[in-house]
C-alpha cells in the first residue's frame, strides 16, 4: 500500500539522515547541501503521510541551515535557499498559518523574479510556481486584487510559449486560466467564463487526440465551466455540460 511504502520510505530517509548529521557536524562546508536535502526529503514523506508538524519542523531546520550560507554567498545558494522558501510556505499554508507562507513566499518570488529577468527560459517554470502559490495565499486571505495581478502577469508569460510549443506548454496554460478564472470568478463573471471556455477548448482538442492522458483534467474542465455557467445563471448550459461529463 501507499502509506506501508511512505512508512518504508520514512525509515529508510532517517538513518539517511542520521549518517549525514554525523558527517555535517564533523564538516558543516562539505556536507551541508547533503544534509539539508536529506532534511528536506524527510520533510515530504512526512508530509506525505501527514505530519505536517513534523516536516515544518525538519524544514525550518533547513532554511535555516541554507540561509546562512545564502547570505554568505547568495549566487551559490540562491536555489536551494528558494527551495526551501516555497517548501515552507507550503506546509504553513496547509495548517491555516497563510501570513506566514506569503512572507515567505514573497521573498522566494522576489529572488525567481531576478532570477527570471536574467534568465527568462532557465527560470520561467520556477517563476511561474512561485506567482501562482502566492497568488493562491492572497486569494485565501481575501487579497484578491493582488492574487489577481499575479495570476494576470503568470497568463502574459505562459500564453507567449504556449503559443510556440503547444503540447508542452498545453498543461500549465490551462491551469492558469483556471486560476484566473476562479479569481474573476468574484467580480467579473463574463470574463471567468470567456477564460474557463478557453482553457476547456484546449484540453477539449487534446482529450481527443489522447483520452487517456487527458481525461481528469478534461472532466475537471468541464466541471469548473458548468459551475461558472451556474452561477452565471446560465443553468441550461451547466446542465448539458454535467450531462455530458
Do not use: P
Amino acid at each position: 500500500s501507499k502509506i506501508g511504502k511512505t512508512t518504508e520510505a520514512i525509515k529508510l530517509q532517517e538513518k539517511a539522515l542520521e549518517i549525514l548529521k554525523t558527517a555535517y557536524e564533523k564538516d558543516n562546508i562539505k556536507w551541508l547541501e547533503d544534509y539539508t536535502k536529506s532534511l528536506s526529503r524527510l520533510a515530504l514523506y512526512k508530509l506525505d503521510n501527514n505530519k505536517t508538524k513534523d516536516a515544518i519542523k525538519l524544514q525550518k531546520n533547513a532554511l535555516d541551515i541554507i540561509k546562512d550560507a545564502y547570505m554568505g554567498n547568495k549566487a551559490r545558494w540562491f536555489e536551494n535557499y528558494s527551495i526551501y522558501l516555497d517548501n515552507l510556505a507550503y506546509s504553513y499554508n496547509k495548517i491555516g498559518r497563510t501570513i506566514e507562507a506569503i512572507e515567505l513566499q514573497e521573498e522566494a518570488l522576489k529572488n525567481y523574479k531576478i532570477a527570471y529577468e536574467n534568465d527568462n527560459v532557465k527560470w520561467m517554470e520556477d517563476y511561474l510556481r512561485s506567482l501562482n502559490n502566492l497568488s493562491e495565499y492572497y486569494f485565501e486571505m481575501g487579497r484578491q486584487n493582488e492574487s489577481i495581478e499575479l495570476q494576470e502577469e503568470a497568463l502574459h508569460i505562459i500564453k507567449d510559449v504556449y503559443m510556440s510549443n503547444k503540447d508542452r506548454w498545453l498543461e500549465e496554460y490551462s491551469q492558469i486560466l483556471n486560476n484566473l478564472s476562479q479569481s474573476y470568478s468574484v467580480n467579473n463573471k463574463k470574463e471567468s467564463i470567456k477564460l474557463q471556455e478557453e482553457a476547456l477548448y484546449i484540453i477539449k482538442n487534446a482529450y481527443i487526440s489522447n483520452n487517456d492522458r487527458w481525461l481528469e483534467l478534461y472532466s475537471r474542465n468541464l466541471n469548473n465551466l458548468a459551475c461558472a455557467y451556474f452561477l452565471n445563471n446560465n443553468k441550461k448550459q451547466a446542465i448539458e455540460l454535467q450531462e455530458y461529463n
